[in-house]
């Protein structure tokens, strides 16, 4: 967990590149209170409801993001930028790397589409061997094994000693992993 | 309630903590705290929101001294990441960085070691003493409160969650606001009419609270260190001599009293919703600083002892602090106490002023267990310090590789179904651009966590009052609540501003330049390292090569 550290002045040092993505982040919290209210408007309110209803609540809560995104917009214009998240791995001064995000999360989406038909080992061990290689770790060799090795703990350790029922894919039979 | 009925009560605990079975959890829960609190890139809330599953197979009680152990654990283990790694690191260790890392560049690693774990085990007691006798008298007077009363300190919680933990108030409040939101999605409890769930059945069960946290807390992480990944060796500043030799008589002679100045600043300071431990070791920091006389002085800022003696303290302190609006109100302050509530309405255990008398047993057995951890904590960080070394310097690809593979399991066995895995990557991505603009996560993960809550009670006090909102400032105790806490609110918001003109004082100052990044160049740096390092150290000086 970590929380930024604002660096003096606005903390523009510690932003990185144009201001063009920070300013669609507080358009799209401006467009969410919009959709809030919109969206809210459908909702039912029962005659029979002794109380302010269940519409009060989600308007306050889209008036409030509406508000503060608007704030945030007007803040982003002039030049006030937010300070990026610090921490021990994270090294600010490097360009983002957009690819290796697009990879971790691509391998994420197959992961999700890879659980039913092969399993939960199986599908996280190619989860772990493609993030440890988009992320830079060699070799290939090492990658796999720490990824089998990792997979078959956990799926031993949840699904078989703590019941988290993880389908077993290939493992099915085998007691010790669950089912 | 009379305070020998809490001493047997907390004896009852002890003989439920100090079973076998309760012990070996404990022990599990300070171990994988400490080694998440090393670790940089993942901390105890992100841990024990990952850990969610367990509460499946475990008991109550079992589970929630893992997680208290898991809490108090990283508050152990992040002290030695920024005393021994040579990279900067969160804004709540940084201030034990600034002497702390300086003392190890000096070759006084150890004694930094073993300042700040002897006092975090004297603050972590003492706070624990103090939480054993000071929450059953808050519980007491909670429970005559009503639903009006509710809704003012919720609102204060938001206001202070939402304006502290982070470093732009309205980025802060834009989190709350997003975590209320996503909040809302799914039936309404009181009409069960469905709101914001645009016709889709995967949204009319609402957004799993504990797959937005693994999200925020794992997925976004991973990605936003991956976009930025430093790369090189890690180097990390090594300890010599046996551990016994560590503290020596000066240092003792130095330590105690910050110890015990940080625990009585840290444990009020936790206990109020005032951005939780740092300002507290913030405020440790300022006031050792200036209590220091003559050649001490001179040392802050180049490695002074009671600058890491205080804050350690302070942190811990804090740390139980959090836990008495949590245990006594239901209210979290902190991301990690928000998962510890989320475990307890995993087992449908009501937290709120109830829980002390409807739950006394696993209340009093998790006090009891803090006690047993602390002392746990003391022997792990002390003697076997060197095993949490090697843990920080596992291979930083494999660690967030290892941390997306414990989220897609966390998420996937939410309602196991693969869809969930998907909302996880969706809400990650969100994550990951929080981070890169600068928007706190916690007060999201509590606006998630407490808007249901605040949104029943704020109906509930209507519907009493027949709808009218001044109902809601006119019971005194409530109108009481809302002076005193707009107080602390605006004095915290006054030391928020304080620390960060004093963090930037400290980052303008070269002495300090390779511990807050971003305002000094990097010949500076380099340069004030080479002033301040013994020849003992010289593989561990160029901070340019990261």
């Known amino acids: ?179 | 309630m009379c305070s020998v009925d809490n001493f047997l009560l907390l004896m009852e605990g002890f003989a439920t903590a100090m079973q076998p079975m309760y012990l070996l959890f404990a022990l599990g829960g300070v171990l994988v705290g400490t080694a998440v609190g090393v670790l940089p890139g993942i901390g105890p809330a992100m841990t024990v929101a990952l850990l969610m599953p367990i509460t499946y197979s475990l008991e109550p009680t079992a589970a929630i001294i893992v997680f208290a152990g898991i809490y108090y654990g990283g508050m152990y283990g992040g002290s030695t990441t920024s005393i021994l790694l040579n990279t900067p690191g969160e804004s709540s260790s940084i201030v034990t960085a600034l002497e702390g890392n300086k003392m190890a560049k000096a070759g006084r690693g150890a004694a930094a070691l073993a300042t700040a774990a002897v006092g975090s085990f004297v603050a972590g007691t003492i706070a624990t003493v103090l939480l054993s006798f000071v929450a059953p008298y808050v519980a007491a007077f909670a429970v005559q409160i009503g639903p009006v009363e509710y809704v003012a300190l919720m609102i204060v919680a938001f206001l202070t969650v939402g304006a502290l933990l982070g470093s732009s108030v309205l980025r802060g409040l834009a989190s709350l606001g997003l975590g209320l939101f996503i909040a809302l999605v799914g039936f309404d409890a009181l009409t069960a009419q469905q709101r914001y769930t645009f016709g889709s059945p995967f949204l009319a069960d609402g957004i799993d609270v504990v797959l937005v946290a693994v999200a925020l807390f794992a997925v976004g992480e991973a990605l936003y260190v991956a976009s930025r990944l430093r790369h090189g060796p890690i180097k990390v500043i090594p300890v010599t001599g046996g551990w016994t030799s560590w503290l020596r008589k000066e240092d003792l002679r130095r330590s105690w009293k910050p110890w015990l100045r940080g625990t009585m600043i840290g444990f009020p300071v936790g206990t109020i919703p005032a951005g939780g431990a740092d300002v507290a070791t913030f405020l440790s920091y300022a006031s050792e600083r200036k209590l220091a006389k003559g050649e001490h002085k001179k040392q802050f800022g180049k490695g002074a002892i009671e600058g890491v003696a205080g804050p350690e303290a302070a942190n811990n302190a804090a740390a139980a602090g959090v836990l008495v609006p949590l245990l006594t109100l239901g209210i979290p302050t902190t991301a990690t106490a928000a998962m510890m509530l989320v475990a307890f309405q995993r087992y449908q255990i009501p937290v709120g002023p109830q829980l002390f008398e409807s739950n006394s047993t696993l209340v009093w057995a998790l006090i009891a267990s803090l006690y047993v951890g602390n002392l746990m904590l003391l022997v792990l960080n002390l003697p076997l310090v060197g095993i949490w070394v090697k843990i920080l310097q596992i291979p930083r690809p494999y660690l967030y590789a290892g941390i997306l593979v414990f989220a897609v399991l966390g998420a996937f066995s939410v309602n196991f179904t693969p869809i969930d895995v998907i909302i996880l990557l969706i809400v990650g991505i969100l994550g990951f651009f929080m981070r890169r603009y600068g928007y706190p996560i916690a007060p999201m993960v509590v606006g998630l966590i407490l808007g249901p809550i605040f949104e029943s009670q704020l109906r509930r006090s209507l519907a009493i009052s027949q709808g009218d909102p001044v109902a809601l400032v006119q019971s005194p105790v409530a109108a009481t609540i809302y002076v005193v806490l707009i107080i602390i609110f605006a004095l915290s918001l006054l030391l928020k501003r304080r620390q960060r003109q004093f963090e930037a004082m400290v980052a303008a100052n070269a002495d300090a330049s390779d511990v807050v990044r971003g305002t000094a160049t990097v010949s500076g740096s380099d340069a004030a390292v080479a002033t301040t390092a013994t020849p003992a150290d010289p593989p561990n000086r160029e901070d340019t090569g990261r």
Do not use: C, Y
């Open chain 1, 1 to 179: 967990m970590s929380t930024s550290v604002q660096n003096a002045g606005s903390g523009t040092a510690a932003a990185p590149g144009k201001p063009v993505g920070e300013l669609i982040f507080a358009l799209i919290i401006v467009s969410i209170g919009v959709l809030g209210f919109v969206a809210g408007a459908g909702i039912q309110t029962p005659p029979s409801a002794s109380d302010i209803g269940p519409r009060a609540f989600p308007f306050a809560v889209s008036g409030l993001l509406l508000v503060v995104g608007a704030g945030l917009v007007f803040q982003v214009l002039r030049g006030h930028r937010g300070a990026a998240d610090e921490g021990e791995d994270v090294d600010l001064d490097a360009k983002t790397d957009w690819l290796t995000v697009g990879k971790l999360a691509g391998f994420v989406l197959l992961h999700a589409f890879l659980i039913v038909p092969l399993g939960w080992p199986l599908a996280a061990a190619i989860l772990f061997f493609g993030a440890a290689w988009s992320l830079g770790a060699r070799p290939w060799w090492r990658n796999l094994v720490t990824a089998v090795v990792l997979a078959l703990v956990l799926q031993f350790v949840f699904a078989g000693l703590l019941g988290v029922s993880l389908p077993p894919g290939f493992l099915e039979g085998f007691g010790v992993f669950g089912g």
